[in-house]
């Protein structure tokens, strides 16, 4: 038995529902295309996959999808285990992960309700389709960001984390 975030005694299950892992990349692809609606589209040349600027470009997004999966694949193991043990940082008055609601990495659920170990799986998932989507590069996931994203995440954000850092 376990508290949930009202205080309220619960039993906690690990069973998952056998979904499409699909679904959890779309949580992250579905905030990627909010982005690119508003931004202004650049045409498509003959010979621009040639092009050096075309080619540096493709290279960082793919070098994107080969270093990020190990971050978000530890704490994907890592979040289970704080799940486990009710992980939570000291509560002091007055403390600012207590003032945003940062304090337990012990949640299972977002703000919106959406599994945290869903939206991790989708980060590691966009991570491997790189070369098929880069869709990490559109929404600044990238060594400078890992650490936030996995820390906003795991403490419940949601979709707000890639909006913040973005």
Request: charged share 25%.
């Amino acid at each position: 038995m376990v508290e949930d975030e009202n205080g309220k005694k619960t039993s906690r299950s690990m069973h998952m529902l056998h979904a499409s892992i699909d679904g959890d990349t779309r949580l992250i692809t579905d905030i990627s295309k909010d982005f690119e609606s508003g931004l202004k589209k650049n045409p498509l040349h003959p010979y621009d996959a040639y092009m050096l600027r075309k080619q540096c470009s493709s290279k960082e997004a793919f070098a994107t999808g080969k270093f990020g999966i190990g971050p978000f694949a530890l704490n994907n193991n890592n979040h289970i285990l704080t799940m486990l043990y009710n992980v939570k940082f000291k509560e002091e008055k007055g403390s600012i992960l207590t003032r945003l609601n940062m304090n337990r990495l012990d949640r299972s659920k977002d703000i919106d309700g959406r599994s945290i170990l869903s939206w991790i799986s989708g980060l590691i998932n966009i991570h491997v389709d790189a070369a098929k989507d880069p869709v990490a590069d559109k929404v600044n996931i990238g060594k400078y960001t890992y650490n936030l994203i996995n820390l906003m995440i795991r403490t419940g954000f949601g979709k707000r984390t890639l909006w913040f850092t973005s």
